[in-house]
Each structure stands twice: as C-alpha cells, then as structure tokens.
C-alpha cells in the first residue's frame, strides 16, 4: 500500500535552518510528483509547491520562493523540503503527499517549532 | 491568488443530511477537491473532481458544483463524521485551500 513517511518532530532557532524529509513506498516513486503543504492554525492549509520526483524540477507558490527548497533522492525514494531563515512564523505542521492534481496520499505531518 | 470561502461551523444530528458549502473567487471550472480531516491526523481526501468520490469513502458522501459555486453533502451523518472539512482548488496556480469547516454532531 502506498505510504509515506515522514520525518520526526523539529524543534529549531530563529535563523536556521530544517530539512524535513519524506519516504515513500508501496509505488513508483518516479511515477508521481510530491507536493508539500503547511498547516497552522491561524492560516489554515497553505500550498507550499511540488517536485518533478523523476526529474527534480520545481514549482513553488510565490509566498513560499526562497523559504522552501524541494529536492529528492530517488536511490532512497525519499524527498526532502529544507526550510531556511526560520521564524516564528515557520512554526507549523509541514505535510507531504503524493502529487495527482488532487492530494490523495499524505505523510502523517512533520511539526517544526521555532523558538529561541 | 484563489480565495476558496467556507463557513467556520456547522452542528447537525445523527441521520440529518448536511451541506458544507465552498465558494472560490474565480472559477476553478471543476477543479474543487473535499478532505476531512480528524483532529491529530492527516487529510483524507473524500471528493476530487467536484463530484467523484474517492474509492474506499462511503457513498454517503457527495460532491456537486462547478465554476464557484460547490457543496459537499453528508447523507446521512453519523457520529463518526465529527471532523474539518477543508475544499481545494487545483485549477489556478498556486493551489489553494478553504479555511475549514468543522462539523459536530450533537
């Protein structure tokens, strides 16, 4: 069955940086885009982008350019999304999911806390 | 970007029908996708398409609408229902999602 798993709970300073990743399994991981998604509970569900899991091309939404950066490791089925200059604001529940137009598969969720 | 607009609450009782409405600020023709989501747990995708449901999801679940206009119908409730139901659009760049509506039952 399709999975996929996501890294465990962050908890970083003002200024850095979190690489939070994301494994598939149960299908061709090449087959599918991955989409990433923020969550808060004051914003609600934010689209943050996608990645071309075959050949690593991305496309981001404009309020996430330079927060966000999506790679892959197809060796390991695995994606990435590395969040950097963090603030308080990045503070969040961050999601993967599988990429068909519509989100049909989901990690469990990553939570990133920003603190000092 | 598509502000997809939905009421924040709604409370029905076991075996009543309910509508959950969702209205974007452009069309999305019929690119409006429904999710529940349980507290402490993922998104579960329910409708894609505007109105074809997700293999697996009771068929007391249904989607209707195009354009601007869309509804998620539950018929009939039951407890089990207790969750946020978020719409979707993925027909403008960048996808966006409603705020949620979180459903009780009584």
């Known amino acids: 069955q399709v999975q996929l798993q996501q890294s465990g709970a962050e908890l970083a300073k003002p200024g850095s940086s979190v690489k939070i990743s994301c494994k598939a399994s149960g299908y061709t991981f090449t087959s599918y885009y991955i989409s990433w998604i923020k969550q808060t509970t004051g914003q609600g569900l934010e689209y943050i982008g996608y990645?071309?899991?075959?050949?690593?091309?991305?496309n981001y939404n404009e309020k996430f350019k330079g927060k966000a950066t999506l790679t892959v490791d197809k060796s390991s089925s695995t994606a990435f999304m590395q969040l950097s200059s963090l603030t308080p604001d990045d503070s969040a529940v961050y999601y993967c999911a599988r990429f068909e137009v519509v989100l049909a598969y989901w990690g469990q969720g990553t939570l990133v806390t920003v603190s000092s | 970007d598509t502000v997809l607009t939905q009421s924040p609450a709604l409370a029905v009782s076991p075996g009543e029908r309910v509508t959950i409405s969702c209205r974007a600020s452009e069309s999305v023709s019929t690119g409006m996708h429904w999710y529940q989501q349980k507290p402490g747990q993922q998104p579960k995708l329910l409708i894609y398409g505007a109105s074809n449901l997700e293999s697996g999801v009771p068929a007391r679940f249904s989607g209707s609408g195009s354009g601007t206009d869309f509804t998620l119908t539950i018929d009939p409730v039951e407890a089990d229902d207790t969750a946020t139901y978020f719409c979707q659009q993925s027909w403008n760049d960048p996808f966006t999602f409603g705020s949620g509506t979180k459903l009780e039952i009584k």
């Open positions: 990645i071309n899991t075959g050949s690593g091309g991305t």
